[in-house]
């Protein structure tokens, strides 16, 4: 357990619909740096270590309810990278 202020948020942005009920947009599997994107959110902390534990184990799948592509871990894995 830590504080939020230590930890990373992976966020899944909110899905938009049109009148038809089509997907537009949302859904996206990103970092939130900031801590304030809009979407459903997990923690994690920002050693690269516990990263990659909780990429092997789905824990972002688990709290996301939805499968992730391995493309977006590694775009998830460079920015974290980039952010220390």
Avoid: H, W
Avoid at 23 to 34: A, M
């Amino acid at each position: 357990m830590k504080p939020k202020r230590e930890l990373i948020r992976v966020v899944k942005s909110p899905e938009k619909r049109d009148e038809n009920d089509s997907l537009v947009s949302g859904g996206e599997i990103t970092l939130d740096l900031t801590g304030k994107a809009a979407g459903r959110g997990a923690y994690v902390c920002k050693n690269p270590e516990c990263f990659q534990k909780a990429r092997k184990a789905r824990r972002f799948e688990r709290s996301l309810s939805c499968k992730i592509p391995e493309e977006v871990y590694e775009r998830m894995s460079e920015e974290l990278s980039k952010s220390e």
